[in-house]
């Protein structure tokens, strides 16, 4: 009974949360909307009730009502936004009443969104550009066309290369390009930090990358690229915090050489934000989708991976330093969840583990900071946000 309590709690205050939006969307706007606060309230309560019972018929019936309403405060309205909104809360009150309160909630959430952002949705559509809608068009084949029919097995030597791998590299890294350029056009610089790091949960080296392709058509405001390269590698530190999570012991070493490496990072991204602050917040930027970025990103990828397996056949496991250096070049989550789990098991030395951890993040930062070389002037600021920091960890693990 608490439950199903519960349910109609979170139905009734989906719509409560819509309704507050559409009531401050009438008054702004001027415009006749299907109802407001307790339009939507009500709706969303009775479609948790209409799902409590044993009678299937009973939601559907709800259902037809609702539209009904909609259909029939249409010819008042200057669009259909209202009564799609109130269709759609009716059906989210159904799913709490069914038990399926959490998708209920998030596509709730997503609803009021973009019910929210009405004003900045609707110039950003009128804004685009035929070369970002042949972009999206492109990216969609990329992932619903050429991935599928690409082959899942390893070829080459020592059986490194998977096409199918290889290719959701690329999809990351134009993936990474589209989603930055988008939060660009809608927030300007700020846009910017946010992709970063988001794009930083999934791949640091291939927004760095992205930050060298914009570079190189956009020079001038190389601070506003490096910020988002050193932002985006503060997201790899605390993976590895995470990874280190899984042995205790090895989190408390561990931390304070993180904390001093993010705590470099986030004072020179400011610092580069800082430079940069006269920048107009309309940031140009060109070709949404950099596919030749993510294509070269993949061969460089296949490339290290050969290389770091051909290194593992070499030193075998006589050096674990070694292997975590050549490792960590290519992924550093890979390497620290290894080590972090030999050593919760007993079978590597705490401070050996801690020291791999850092060097193998070290290689990785090498490696984003040679890139970051290919943009002229922007290597400069990328590597004085990220070497320093890593070089203070190091020192700091070192010395306890």
Known sequence: ??????????????????????????????????????????????????????NLWLPAAGL???????????????????????????????????????????????????????????AFAGGIERSEVEAAVLLALLLGVVYPLLPDANYGPYGVWNPREIWQVVLLVAGVNFVGYLALRLLGSKGLWV???????????????????????????????????????????????????????????????????????????????????????????????????????????????????????????AGVYVVSALSGVADVDAISLSLARLTGSGQLVLQVASIAILMAALSNTVFKTALSFGARGLGVYVALGLLPGGLLALLVALAR
């Not at 199903?4 to 709690?9: E, Q």
């Not at 605390?238 to 470099?264: F, K, Y």
């Not at 991204?269 to 430079?275: E, G, P, S």
């Not at 949404?288 to 490339?303: R, T």
């Open 1 to 54: 009974m608490q439950a199903l309590l519960w349910h109609l709690l979170a139905a009734t205050l989906i719509g409560f949360a819509v309704g507050l939006e559409r009531e401050r969307a009438k008054v702004e706007r001027q415009g006749s909307a299907i109802g407001g606060v307790r339009t939507f309230t009500l709706l969303g309560l009775l479609g948790g009730v209409s799902a409590l019972g044993p």
């Open 64 to 122: 037809l009502a609702v539209a009904g309403l909609a259909v029939y405060s249409l010819k008042n309205s200057r669009d259909a936004t209202s009564q799609v909104a109130a269709l759609t809360v009716y059906v989210l009150g159904v799913l709490c009443g069914l038990g399926t309160v959490l998708p209920a909630l998030f596509a709730g959430a997503l609803l009021l969104g973009f019910l929210a952002f009405h004003d900045e949705l609707h």
């Open 195 to 317: 992709a970063a790091l988001l794009g930083g949960l999934v791949s640091s080296t291939a927004v760095t990358l992205s930050m060298v392709a914009q570079s190189r058509a956009n020079p001038s405001q190389n601070p506003l690229w490096a910020s988002g390269a050193v932002l985006s590698s503060q997201m790899m530190l605390g993976r590895i915090l995470v990874w280190s999570a899984t042995a205790p012991a090895l989190l408390q070493v561990l931390w304070l050489p993180i904390l001093v490496w993010l705590l470099w990072g986030l004072l020179t991204a400011a610092w580069l934000a800082r430079r940069d602050r006269d920048v107009s917040e309309s940031v140009p930027v060109q070709n949404p989708l950099q596919l030749q970025s993510a294509l070269l990103f993949a061969g460089v990828y296949a490339l290290v991976k050969l290389l770091t397996k051909v290194g593992l056949e070499v030193f075998g496991s």
